[in-house]
């Protein structure tokens, strides 16, 4: 029987208590399968708070050694700036790690009522491909004159060949498996350096795949175009910032934010991909236990998936279909009365069955 560990990191806020319901089902789903060891990692705001570092400075070493990581989430607004806690955990594990990509993707679940009257599951089913070690997140720059009427703040984006090139190809082949069309986006029109790159990248890969059609779009016209014809949409390639902003649009679009995954995915297998949720810490509900675990089970059907573990991965996804479709046992951010352990354990029973 395989066997895998997997470094545990529930974070803050709802991510305390989603990532516990989602190992449940993981759990469930490769019973008589694989060997899932588990180690949980107590890092985040609270150790911030006791140690002042998000994790400890062996941190990455120690998560180096595992096959997979399931994070929950990051964040404890306002009591301290989400800029530390990002870059204290999540970008530095991204960034030593090298996973390159960010893989999201945004459907509507079956039985689920999205905001678009006129849209159902066959209209919104596209996956976003995410830059995700450069771009507007490389953390570039600096700050000058500071506290003085002079300050000023640089924040530079970074563009490399080499990983536009590794993504956008990742993107393509993507697009190979599902409806064969690909669109990447910019903003070239008024940053004429780094995004005109990406397009020049983008034309020459496209030439390996004359099977793939390929559309260019501005950012803004994405983001537009998502919300009046999100069928227009199969597999989507964009930056860093880009893909960030419109994966919360397709959440949005999904009926709640509790619903879209997130795999990070790294380019050299000795290194541990990361999953977790899209969603937040979300403060303003956590220790309710109300949180929409969907996410977190979904990311966590995407990391089995990443291990080998197809069939057990197909199953969670039957069981999340099924769950949403006959919409009895949802959180109240799907218009339910159900908690995150309920949920949950309709999720495992309808694996059982």
Sequence with gaps: MQQFRI?????????????????RVLEAAVAGQAVLTWQVFPWGSDY?????????????DQLR????????????PPRIPDHVTLWGLLLPIRKRFD?????????????????????????????????NTEGEYAGVGGRVHEGTPHEVALETAVFSRFNVQRVVRYAFELARTRRKHLTSITKSNAQRFGMVLWDEVVREVARDYPDVTVTSLLV???????????????????S?????????LGGALMGSLGLPPS?????????????????????????????????????????????????????I??????????????????????????????VIELLMG
Excluded: C
């Design 317 to 346: 996804m039957r069981a999340l279909e099924q769950l949403t479709q006959e919409g009895k046992v949802l959180t109240p951010d799907l218009g339910g009365n159900a908690t995150t352990d309920e949920v949950a354990e309709r």
């Design 99 to 131: 996973l390159f990509v960010n893989v999201r993707p945004i459907r509507l679940l079956p039985g689920i009522r999205g905001p678009l009257r006129d849209k159902g599951p066959q209209d919104i089913d596209m996956v976003f491909i995410r830059e």
């Design 240 to 248: 860093n910032l880009f893909a960030d902003i419109l994966t919360d």
């Design 65 to 76: 050694q595992f096959d997979a990581i399931y994070l929950g989430a990051v964040g404890d």
């Design 7 to 23: 470094a545990v990191i529930p974070g803050d806020g709802i991510g305390k208590e989603v990532i516990p319901a989602g190992q």
């Design 220 to 238: 803004d016209a994405a983001a537009a175009l998502m919300v009046r014809a999100p069928e227009r949409f199969d597999v989507i390639v964009g």
């Design 48 to 60: 911030y708070r006791a140690t002042g570092a998000m994790m400890p400075p062996d941190g990455l």
């Design 263 to 315: 795999a990070n995915l790294a380019f050299d297998r000795r290194y541990p991909s990361l999953f977790e949720p899209v969603h937040g810490s979300a403060p303003d509900i956590a220790g309710r236990g109300i949180a929409n675990p969907i996410g977190s089970i979904w990311a966590g059907a995407m990391m089995l998936e990443h291990l080998g573990l197809h069939s057990a991965a197909a199953r």
